[in-house]
């Protein structure tokens, strides 16, 4: 059983930029999740996906989008770069149906 | 408005000794609490978790203690040690996408 991976670790983009960062889930997990985590703050839910759609999003705007694709893999894209966008995002897997959700090792991110 | 609210925000404890930290919760509507230990750099792992139908859950050195009428949780970590030293978060969620809701963290020190 693999677990959750994140690519890539680190990034550094200028204000302006746009970014995607890429998920693969956990083996046989079909529900992703992204949160963002700022520096000394709790992870916060950015959106979810399930069946290759958005299953429920967070207080983001709408230049934050995602894909869910059919091997269940995602990406999250970020437009517009903003210095504010300095921070860690983690993708975590689950089952549809259940609450557990399993973190990636998350892909830094600053924005200079 | 913050939903789950942690504390203390940092704590230190001799090896050996006991670690509390404290959650509490305002959405009734939350029936999932689980908590995560995170080390520097990497993402929330999973510790254990609890539902709102009892009141205790034990695995190995790690307790959690719910409270539904006070709308509580916590983290008992018995016998402390040097490598328990990490970010503990507590989360909580209910509803049909299972998103999770973290507090801000506690950043826990155990000393030898």
Known sequence: ETGVTQSPT???KTRGQQVT???SSQSGHNTVSWYQQALGQGPQFIF???REEENGRGNF???FSGLQFPNYSSELNVNALELDDSALYL???SLAGEDTQYFGPGTRLTVL | QQQVKQSPQSLIVQKGGISIINCAY???AFDYFPWYQQFPGKGPALLIAIRPDVSEKKEGRFTISFNKSAKQFSLHIMDSQPGDSATYFCAASGGSNYKLTF???TLLTVNP
């Open chain 2, 26 to 28: 305002e959405n009734t």
């Open chain 1, 48 to 50: 979810q996906y399930y």
């Open chain 1, 61 to 63: 705007p709408p230049r």
């Open chain 1, 10 to 12: 680190h990034l550094i």
């Open chain 1, 91 to 93: 993708c975590a897997s």
């Open chain 1, 21 to 23: 960062l890429r998920c």
């Open chain 2, 103 to 105: 507090g801000k963290g």
